[in-house]
């Protein structure tokens, strides 16, 4: 029987006009070699402001993910948002899967747009496109903020016992929900204090996989399986921007260990501040804190203080996603 209503599908239209009224254009960019790019842009462009990318994860687009994000942050700046490759209107007749070629696209499109320079903040998988365009076009970029994206992680990591589920196919059918017991799965993951099963109803976890998970399943599990492909710690390459990472102190996608290996990788030039009682998804579970933290290091340009906390030992945790779930969304990844 046809849905003559979508709860999700409303919520999406009231994110579009936020995003309108925010100032913000929708846009599509033909990259000319099979590659399609959607991405929200400045009206009007204003060059007194500096330039602010913002990267998504996985899980719905990136309207849900940005969507709070977008009204605090715009005062400061030019801001881009856009759909990474399989995400939104973004796709690619190409077979390239990996955080690279996202970066490539990216990067891309932000020269399509005339910007030069900028600033971003990856948020989960976005995370790791960010770290890839930082270390691929370091010239452009400015100052970085990964948000719980396991960059560091190892091929060996899989096996060795670090993520909850070390099986990388068990992982995908997790990350790209087929069905709403998945997406509870996914939720109980990503958040720290997931909303008890009873007031998520079936019905609207399954409307929100109907508009939200059923484009470019295929490729997006295949996303998954690049991540882990042939990684080792000592082929990533060092960053040289001042760099902001944020973890979920309860993180059980991307254990907070993860973390504090990629600011070791780093060095002085990383800053770690654990948000304390939240998961995955703190972006969702304390917004306020999150903004704090990113207005902070990308307006005031001050550097928080790394956050001295001990590595949880039994923090066994999963591989990569995003969550947003009091809103049948997922807010990371």
Not at 150 to 179: H, N, R, W, Y
């Amino acid at each position: 029987m046809t849905r003559c209503f979508s709860l999700t599908a409303a919520r999406n239209r009231c994110y579009k006009s936020s995003f309108i009224k925010a100032g913000l254009r929708s846009t599509i960019t033909d990259l000319q070699d099979g590659t399609v790019m959607h991405c929200w842009v400045p009206r009007t462009h204003n060059d007194s402001k500096p330039n602010l990318l913002l990267i998504h994860g996985l899980g719905a687009n990136t309207m849900w993910q940005w969507g709070d994000t977008i009204r605090k942050m715009i005062p400061f700046f030019n801001i881009f948002v856009p759909d990474l490759v399989f995400f939104g209107d973004s796709y690619t007749t190409r077979p390239e899967r990996s955080e690279s070629f996202q970066a490539q696209c990216v990067m891309r499109l932000m020269e399509a747009n005339s910007v030069k320079k900028l600033s971003l903040v990856g948020l989960s998988y976005g995370g790791f496109v960010g770290y890839s365009l930082a270390a691929q076009f370091s010239e452009a970029v400015e100052r970085v903020v990964i948000c719980c994206a396991g960059v560091c992680m190892e091929e060996k990591d899989l096996k060795e016992g670090v993520f909850k589920v070390s099986d990388l196919e068990e992982a995908a059918e997790i990350l790209v929900p087929q069905t709403p017991e998945k997406l509870r799965e996914l939720l109980g993951f990503a958040m720290f204090k997931p909303p008890p099963s009873t007031l998520v109803p079936s019905c609207l976890l399954a409307d929100f996989i109907d508009v939200m998970c059923t484009e470019y399943t295929e490729e997006k599990k295949a996303l998954i399986r690049a991540i882990p492909k042939d990684r080792k710690l000592s082929n990533i390459t060092r960053i040289s921007q001042p760099t902001l990472i944020l973890w979920g102190e309860y993180d059980k996608i991307f254990p907070l260990e993860l973390g504090h290996r990629l600011q070791r990788h780093l060095g002085d030039n990383a800053h770690l501040v654990v948000i304390k009682g939240t998961g995955h998804a703190f972006i969702v579970e304390k917004p306020k804190e999150c903004y704090r933290h990113l207005k902070s290091f990308l307006v005031d340009l001050q550097p928080p203080p790394s956050t001295p906390s001990p590595i949880p030992n039994n923090e066994n945790h999963l591989l990569s996603c995003k969550g947003e779930a009091e809103k049948i969304t997922l807010k990371t990844a």
